[in-house]
């Protein structure tokens, strides 16, 4: 498994990720093997959130691994917090809170990666930027981000933290590939062409802000999955021709286009099943062409101007 470095930090972490979002309807058992496979495939990041099951994933993932300091070396734990029933909350109230309450869940003293979830327009940068110094200080987060938000956004944050801003988590799969679009469609009137997320990409790789990628095998926005889909016939046909050549699934393919590009994403994935997380793992050993990634680009429906 390949190893990245998170941001402008001395976090390094293996390029996949597992997101455990769905953790909360596993057994204990099932659970372990989860984590535990994971693990024997060199992925060692686990992306959590507060409203993960209403918090239970978090419960389950550290009680299916009777979680103790001798694991806890061995993985690297980020959660997200902000989302709240109807609205989001970016209070330092809230943002303390929620670290306090996933610190519990996960039996653990500390996270690696805190992670503002999606962007709360009533939030006052001053009350963030207490929140994260506390935390800090306590040595209860040692690495901070955001999730789902535009150059802007991030610029009116870190104006005020004092914190390096290492990551944002994105949507971003072969199916979704509007910060790509707009880069190839400059100056042209047609929809690709229309910046959406204030270049997004551009920014983060100048500014050395690691985009983890989240549902990289939906489309739309929790429409379902491409891979297999009858809708997407030459998609999955030019992916299950290079899987079939590379000897992956196309499962893998598709977390190895996300990761060809230089911009150096991390993928978060969110099976629960122990043979397609091995498999998906395998993504980092494989290196697709450049022919081959604008091929399975195309196949997706884009057109090159």
Same mark, same amino acid.
């Given at each position: 498994?390949?190893?990245?470095?998170?941001?402008?930090?001395?976090?390094?972490?293996?390029?996949?990720?597992?997101?455990?979002?769905?953790?909360?309807?596993?057994?204990?058992?099932?659970?372990?093997?989860?984590?535990?496979?994971?693990?024997?495939?060199?992925?060692?990041?686990?992306?959590?959130?507060?409203?993960?099951?209403?918090? &239970?994933?978090?419960?389950?993932?550290?009680?299916?691994?009777?979680?103790?300091?001798?694991?806890?070396?061995?993985?690297?734990?980020?959660?997200?917090?902000?989302?709240?029933?109807?609205?989001?909350?970016?209070?330092?109230?809230?943002?303390?809170?929620?670290?306090?309450?996933?610190? =519990?869940?996960?039996?653990?003293?500390?996270?690696?990666?805190?992670?503002?979830?999606?962007?709360?327009?009533?939030?006052?940068?001053?009350?963030?930027?207490?929140?994260?110094?506390?935390?800090?200080?306590?040595? &209860?987060?040692?690495?901070?981000?955001?999730?789902?938000?535009?150059?802007?956004?991030?610029?009116?944050?870190? &104006?005020?933290?004092?914190?390096?801003?290492?990551?944002?988590?994105?949507?971003?799969?072969?199916?979704?590939?509007?910060?790509?679009?707009?880069?190839?469609?400059?100056?042209?009137?047609?929809?690709?062409?229309?910046?959406?997320?204030?270049?997004?990409?551009?920014?983060?790789?100048?500014?050395?802000?690691?985009?983890?990628?989240?549902?990289?095998?939906?489309?739309?926005?929790?429409?379902?999955?491409?891979?297999?889909?009858? =809708?997407?016939?030459?998609?999955? &046909?030019?992916?299950?021709?290079?899987?079939?050549? =590379?000897?992956?699934?196309?499962?893998?393919?598709?977390?190895?286009?996300?990761?060809?590009?230089?911009?150096?994403?991390?993928?978060?994935?969110?099976?629960?099943?122990?043979?397609?997380?091995?498999?998906?793992?395998?993504?980092?050993?494989?290196?697709?062409?450049?022919?081959?990634?604008?091929?399975?680009?195309?196949?997706?429906?884009?057109?090159?101007?």
């Amino acid at each position: 498994m390949k190893r990245i470095t998170i941001g402008n930090s001395a976090l390094t972490a293996s390029e996949i990720s597992l997101g455990c979002m769905r953790m909360a309807d596993l057994s204990k058992e099932d659970a372990n093997k989860v984590i535990n496979t994971a693990l024997e495939n060199g992925i060692d990041f686990f992306d959590h959130a507060d409203i993960y099951g209403g918090g &239970k994933s978090e419960e389950v993932f550290a009680d299916a691994i009777d979680m103790n300091a001798t694991i806890r070396e061995k993985m690297i734990l980020q959660s997200k917090c902000g989302i709240r029933q109807g609205f989001f909350d970016f209070s330092k109230e809230h943002i303390i809170s929620s670290v306090e309450g996933s610190l =519990k869940r996960l039996k653990t003293d500390y996270l690696d990666t805190l992670l503002l979830h999606r962007p709360d327009t009533l939030f006052e940068p001053e009350e963030v930027a207490a929140a994260f110094t506390e935390l800090e200080k306590s040595g &209860k987060v040692r690495h901070f981000g955001v999730s789902n938000q535009n150059p802007g956004q991030i610029e009116l944050l870190k &104006k005020y933290v004092d914190q390096e801003l290492i990551a944002n988590q994105l949507q971003f799969s072969i199916m979704h590939t509007g910060m790509i679009d707009t880069g190839f469609n400059v100056n042209m009137t047609i929809d690709p062409s229309l910046d959406r997320d204030g270049g997004i990409l551009e920014y983060s790789r100048l500014n050395n802000m690691t985009i983890q990628a989240w549902s990289p095998f939906q489309f739309g926005f929790f429409e379902g999955v491409f891979l297999d889909n009858d =809708k997407f016939p030459e998609l999955n &046909k030019t992916i299950d021709k290079i899987a079939a050549d =590379k000897g992956v699934t196309n499962s893998a393919i598709a977390v190895a286009w996300i990761q060809r590009h230089p911009a150096s994403f991390q993928t978060v994935v969110g099976t629960m099943n122990p043979g397609r997380i091995a498999d998906i793992a395998k993504a980092s050993d494989v290196t697709l062409s450049r022919e081959e990634w604008y091929e399975i680009y195309r196949a997706a429906g884009n057109q090159l101007p």
